[in-house]
């Protein structure tokens, strides 16, 4: 929204819809993932998530100008999109092979 009114990327404090609990929630919920989970493809969707989230929240570089900035962090943030739903799917299927093998009789 700021870019919208201002035209300057990245200049200002992050909005508290952004920058708030749940977000910083998300990310560890993340962090703890890629560093826990035994599933390689689970752990690598994680780590790229962590790596686009990251990048979405970069301000213009130096040389950059304000509109590539946007560009590059709406891409970033477009791509955590994608990744989130592959995250969750994965971890849906972890979970429906554990049940279907979990040895109910114990």
Do not use: N
Request: net charge neutral; with cysteine; aromatic share 8%.
């Amino acid at each position: 929204m700021e870019y919208q009114q201002s035209g300057l990327w990245g200049r200002g404090v992050l909005p508290k819809e952004i920058g708030g609990e749940a977000a910083v929630s998300k990310i560890q919920t993340f962090h703890r993932l890629r560093v826990r989970v035994l599933d390689r493809r689970l752990r690598s969707l994680c780590e790229e998530w962590l790596s686009a989230a990251s990048g979405s929240a970069v301000p213009a570089l130096r040389e950059e100008d304000d509109r590539e900035a946007c560009l590059r962090a709406t891409k970033d943030w477009q791509r955590c999109f994608e990744l989130y739903t592959d995250v969750v799917e994965g971890i849906g299927a972890r979970l429906r092979h554990l049940i279907s093998t979990w040895d109910h009789s114990a």
